[in-house]
């Protein structure tokens, strides 16, 4: 089975802190992605990966930025975190080369900025 | 941009009744899937239905498609209180890039016992 682990479940930081939050699969998927989910407003994608050290912004990408040097592990920055960006965050990965391959996600952080 | 609408929002039945939960999109695709999610964590994938497909069944899971008219549903039979969750479409679209999927908003289903 895939498995896409997030590092914290739970997470609380301060406004203006820089937050790193850590994603990592198991199985040797090319495309990574990060979404931020809120009610209301189903599941936004902030950027994706399709290849290590490549990126592309979602729909979303303000305030944040990507890391992906190795190819299991895709990290989402908060360069300064606001209030607004609290919020569970989700990962999830995806077999690139055929295309009828669903996502795999993590379990989510649940990242509350006071 | 989100493109999938999912109807209705929100469904609430008894245990044994069966609930069905519908997902229209916009743009042609490769394929359409539908996800669970349990409150207060990740999605998991159910079902995937490629576009030449019209039905799949998966235990208590049967989903249709039906391009000409850009729209599916998900099917639960004989629905358990473990059921409850939230029920995404995602659709795979033809000019896809980079492997992303398009997520609806939802259908928060609630399985009284």
């Known amino acids: 089975d895939v498995k896409v682990t997030q590092s914290s479940r739970y997470l609380v930081k301060r406004t203006g802190e820089k937050v790193f939050l850590e994603c990592v699969q198991d199985?040797?998927?090319?495309?990574m992605f990060w979404y931020r989910q809120d009610p209301g407003l189903g599941l936004r994608l902030i950027y994706f990966?399709?290849?290590?050290?490549?990126?592309e912004k979602g729909d979303i990408p303000e305030g944040y930025s990507v890391s992906r040097e190795k190819k299991e592990r895709f990290s989402l920055i908060l360069e300064s975190a606001s209030t607004n960006q609290t919020s569970m965050y989700l990962c999830?990965?995806?077999?690139?080369?055929?295309?009828?391959?669903?996502?795999?996600f993590g379990d989510g952080t649940r990242l509350s900025i006071l | 941009s989100q493109q999938g609408e999912e109807d209705p929002q929100a469904l609430s039945i008894q245990e044994g009744e069966n609930a069905t939960m519908n997902c229209s999109y916009k743009?042609?695709?490769?394929?359409l899937q539908w996800y669970r999610q349990n409150s207060g964590r990740g999605l998991v994938h159910l079902i995937l239905?490629?576009?030449?497909?019209r039905e799949k069944h998966s235990g208590r899971l049967r989903v249709t498609l039906d391009t000409s008219k850009k729209s599916s549903s998900l099917l639960i039979t004989a629905s358990r209180a473990a059921d409850t969750a939230s029920y995404f479409c995602a659709t795979d679209h033809i000019y896809n890039q980079g492997g992303k999927l398009i997520f609806g908003q939802g259908t928060e289903l609630s399985v009284k016992p």
């Open positions: 990966s399709y290849d290590v050290k490549m990126k």
């Open positions: 743009t042609s695709i490769n394929n």
């Open positions: 239905i490629r576009s030449n497909e």
């Open positions: 999830a990965s995806r077999y690139l080369k055929n295309s009828n391959q669903p996502q795999h």
């Open positions: 199985m040797d998927h090319e495309n």
